[in-house]
């Protein structure tokens, strides 16, 4: 059905006048309406970004009548004041909060390192006068960059922590691989476990460690280097980084894994992908990153210049 709209830009919102035969749940409204992603349009509403007749609205099934007045942020709100060159907010509402990392940053304190994401989100909450700390539910190693998502109080942690497997229906990183790349698509699955050096080796058959299975897919290759997107099954420590070394295609930059390739002087791992069911409020978060310039400029490179 074709919906008319009265539309207009007025300082920070969109506007939206409710038509007859729109009589419909807000939600529903607003993904008929918006130009935005449902990911985008969800964290506007939770984020109280939406008002209806003047009065912030953040009920997905507040129910709409002919005549009123939609007003869509096109702000993002608590971003706008959070500038971090190592974190990058990607969602928040009231239980936990979304960020994308850079390399480099430790996801939590540990050793004599004080650069880690746990404590410049804390100190965000606590400059935003939130009464919360960032509870560290899975983590990501300082080398790799991507998608990550932090409880806001204990009770959010829990279940996130203790759901896990249940709660992330779709996980997926990319990474630049030294070599070309024989096989399309596959599957890698063996057990692994750490030595007494806490490197991580594999075995084919059990060895007392961790089943672990990875799904791989190749986006991009050249004769030198492969790009390929990683799903997990599983997710043990260095499960990537390793089933990539058993392939004898370890991931570029890996100083632990490696094979000294170094194309772009970091490690070539980035979570891109990462799809939950909210832990309270039973909803799909979806959310993706794009693959990194550098990533994909390796392979442009490579190519004009082959």
């Not at 807000?26 to 209806?52: C, D, N, W, Y």
């Not at 994401?117 to 899975?138: E, G, N, P």
């Not at 024989?182 to 692994?192: H, P």
């Not at 750490?194 to 990875?214: E, M, R």
Request: aromatic share 10%; charged share 25%; glycine share 8%.
């Amino acid at each position: 059905m074709r919906l008319n709209t009265g539309f207009n830009r007025e300082g920070e919102y969109d506007h939206y006048i409710v038509e007859q035969g729109q009589s419909m749940p807000l939600l529903e409204f607003l993904l008929k309406m918006v130009p935005q992603s449902r990911t985008k349009i969800k964290a506007t509403l939770q984020g109280r970004g939406i008002k209806i007749d003047g009065k912030t609205v953040s009920q997905f099934d507040y129910m709409l009548k002919p005549g009123m007045k939609v007003a869509v942020s096109k702000s993002k709100r608590n971003q706008q004041s959070f500038k971090n060159r190592y974190v990058k907010i990607v969602y928040e509402d009231r239980w936990l909060i979304v960020i994308e990392k850079a390399q480099g940053i430790l996801s939590m304190a540990g050793g004599h390192s004080s650069l880690n994401v746990k404590s410049v989100l804390d100190d965000y909450f606590k400059k935003s006068r939130q009464k919360c700390t960032a509870h560290v539910v899975h983590r990501l190693d300082r080398d790799t960059s991507g998608l990550m998502v932090y409880a806001k109080d204990i009770e959010t942690e829990q279940i996130l922590e203790h759901n896990w497997h249940q709660i992330v229906y779709d996980r997926r990183y990319v990474a630049v691989v030294s070599g070309e790349m024989e096989q399309d698509e596959g599957t890698i699955q063996n057990w692994l476990k750490d030595n007494k050096a806490y490197v991580t080796y594999s075995s084919p058959v059990d060895n007392g460690g961790k089943l672990a299975i990875t799904h791989f897919h190749v986006l991009d290759r050249t004769t030198d280097h492969s790009l390929v997107e990683f799903r997990l099954e599983t997710g043990r420590k260095n499960q990537i980084r390793v089933h990539s070394a058993d392939m004898g295609h370890p991931v570029c930059g890996d100083v632990k894994y490696g094979n000294g390739d170094d194309p772009i002087h970091r490690l070539c791992l980035h979570a891109w992908l990462l799809f939950f069911t909210h832990p309270v409020t039973g909803e799909p978060m979806e959310f993706e990153t794009p693959v990194p310039t550098a990533f994909r400029q390796l392979f442009k490179n490579q190519k004009t210049n082959g």
